[in-house]
């Protein structure tokens, strides 16, 4: 029976070295795991539990009939005795051994064999397990789905949109990540797929998730500035008038002068014609005052710097500021991207550098083709932009020269790197004379405007009409879906590290056993059998009316310690029957051949 358990375990690691035990596989349900898993532990721990429990029956009984056969001292045979009553039992047996040592091999056998026996018990429960593994069968197709728009139509912006209140909100977009924002990615807005979390449904695919690619158009925003030359500014009536051809524009920038490294989206325009007819003009563009370091070539400063004073209180002299007049116009082009059904994000986003690395000047035929190649978008982004919804910090100087900076404002400067509220601290601890320390290059100021103007469109896109916002629209995108049909299923495995505790310990229960039995010992004799089966109570009483030698032994004892019987019981002790040949009359009577002379020899088991 050792053998069969030793063969057990070897046919489990053959199956977890050739990976044979993966094909068994049980189909999951959401009631079946938890109860199979706990089925399977109980079998393994009743089989192991059963099975050891004949195997130490059997190989107690053996082992201890063997031992009484033979010529050993009394002493070991009730320490072997007390070592088969249990692991703790079998220990203190070995620890006798080391005060007087009548069997110390066999004892350790016993003891190593009842280990063995709990580390088969503590294993057994771990060698098999159930794995949850998941399968996916992929269903693919082309298909159209809805999509909402991410640019909408021209027709959308109606005469009476107004965006000013929405883009008082555009620092908000800079928190939303994820799916809060899908639809919009740096400068992009792209058409966004409706139900993308729920297309099973939509096209009856499988019951599992539907993951895929759709192709949609992609709007990218750009922007191109430049400095306006030639400016003539009135700090009377804040006002600043530049050429265009026979034509001329005047700017009302709403506060007098910029404090230094300041941003300020000039918010009207005025058109003067070349009869002098003034008129109010569809905003072409946007149009921005900046008092930020440029790094442009001193050749063409004087042509584009504006000179202004900045009145500071307390200060007797005012403050010489340079400001320049900046024009940036907007455009959009379209281009087909790839979108992931479920989390609508763009698979590859549209880079968002732009272009300009130095600054240059506006020609008035630039100036004029801007202003005529005008759209619906564009005049209520620019409008939207330029919004003076204050951002509640006033630079307030002498003689009444408030300059208040707004929301917008405030939001393009944090975009290029410009803290604005830092600066109004600074303003308003009085310290030194404000200096421009920061460089404001093109390619900053174009990406933050573009990036202002597609969150403008996303973000009114998003509100609806409802809200004071925009319907983008809907459409239609090619998707090619593929719907994952989920499979889960329960995996049979194996546990290398518990299966090699638990055939470690069963084969060295099986040499232990083979040992301590006496299975393959030829000198002792076939037709010998123990008088009594066992050392117990009844059996030392029964032994004790029998035996003269060993009642004279134990009548010598006064003090019944457990060492000084011990002690005593170093006696060489043999019971055992002789099997008659046949013919012969079987002896009722044991041999018994007890001696009192202590045998000094060292015990055969030693």
């Known amino acids: 029976m050792h053998g069969m358990l030793v063969m057990i375990h070897i046919v489990l690691v053959i199956f977890f070295v050739c990976q044979l035990i993966d094909y068994t596989t049980i189909s999951f349900t959401s009631t079946n795991s938890d109860f199979l898993s706990a089925v399977l532990s109980a079998s393994l721990q009743a089989f192991y539990t059963i099975y050891t429990a004949v195997l130490l029956f059997l190989t107690q009984r053996l082992a201890i009939s063997r031992t009484l056969v033979r010529r050993v001292k009394l002493t070991a045979v009730h320490d072997i005795s007390c070592a088969w009553a249990g692991l703790g039992s079998a220990l203190t047996s070995v620890w006798r051994q080391t005060d007087i040592c009548a069997s110390r091999w066999t004892t350790s056998a016993v003891a ?33 789905v809805p999509t909402t728009l991410g640019w909408p139509d021209d027709s959308s912006y109606g005469n009476f949109t107004n965006l000013g209140p929405i883009a008082a909100s555009l620092p908000v977009i800079n928190h939303l990540t994820g799916l809060a924002s899908a639809g ?34 992609a709007t990218t925003v750009t922007s191109s500035c430049g400095l306006i030359p030639n400016v003539t500014y009135s700090a009377n009536t804040s006002t600043a008038i530049f ?14 002068s910029l404090w230094p490294d300041q941003i300020h989206i000039i918010p009207w325009t005025g058109y003067k014609d070349f009869d002098g007819d003034l008129e109010d003009s569809e905003l072409d563009g946007i149009y921005i005052m900046v008092s930020t370091l440029l790094g442009i070539d001193p050749s063409v400063q004087d042509e584009v710097a504006v000179n202004m004073t900045l009145a500071i209180p307390d200060i007797v002299t005012p403050y010489a500021i340079q400001v320049y007049f900046v024009y940036c116009s907007l455009s959009a082009n379209t281009s087909l991207e790839e979108v992931d059904v479920q989390t609508n994000s763009l698979l590859s986003p549209t880079s968002i550098s732009q272009p300009s690395m130095q600054w240059e000047m506006y020609s008035d035929y630039q100036l004029e083709l801007g202003r005529s190649n005008i759209s619906g978008w564009k005049t209520q982004i620019s409008k939207a ?11 307030e100087g002498a003689r009444s020269q408030i300059i208040e900076p707004s929301i917008v404002d405030e939001y393009i400067m944090s975009l290029v790197g410009l803290n604005l509220a830092e600066e109004y601290i600074q303003f308003q601890a009085h310290g030194a004379l404000p200096v421009s320390n920061f460089t404001l290059t093109p390619d900053e100021l174009e990406f933050a405007v573009a990036k202002a103007a597609a969150q403008l469109i996303w973000l009114a896109g998003q509100m609806g009409t409802a809200n004071g916002g925009i319907d983008p629209g809907n459409g239609l995108a090619n998707a090619t879906l593929v719907a994952a ?19 470690s310990a069963s084969m060295i229960m099986l040499g232990l056993a083979l040992h301590m039995t006496r299975a393959f010992d030829a000198s002792h004799d076939r037709q010998a059998r123990a008088a009594i089966p066992n050392i117990g109570v009844l059996q030392l009483l029964w032994l004790g009316r029998r035996s003269t030698s060993i009642n004279e032994v134990l009548e010598e004892v006064q003090d019944p310690t457990e060492a000084n019987l011990r002690r005593a019981g170093m006696i060489d002790v043999c019971f055992s029957n002789i099997i008659p040949d046949e013919g012969e009359v079987e002896s009722s009577t044991a041999t018994d051949s007890l001696t009192r002379d202590v045998d000094h020899r060292r015990d055969d088991e030693e």
């Open 112 to 144: 190593i064999y009842l280990a063995s026996i709990t580390v088969l018990h503590v294993t057994s429960s771990t060698l098999l397990q159930f794995q949850t593994s998941e399968s996916l069968t992929n269903m693919g197709r082309s298909s159209s």
């Open 184 to 217: 919009l990615s740096n400068t992009t807005l792209y058409d966004t797929l409706i139900l993308s979390g729920m297309l099973t449904s939509y096209d009856n695919l499988s019951n599992g998730p539907v993951i895929g690619t759709s192709i949609v158009n």
């Open 243 to 256: 050429s265009s051809g026979q034509n001329s524009f005047v700017l009302n920038t709403s506060i007098p």
């Open 385 to 395: 932009l330029a919004t003076n919804y204050s951002s509640e910090m006033v630079f």
């Open 485 to 503: 049909l989920s499979t889960t299923t329960l995996q049979l495995n194996i546990n290398i590290l518990p299966l090699a505790f638990a055939a």
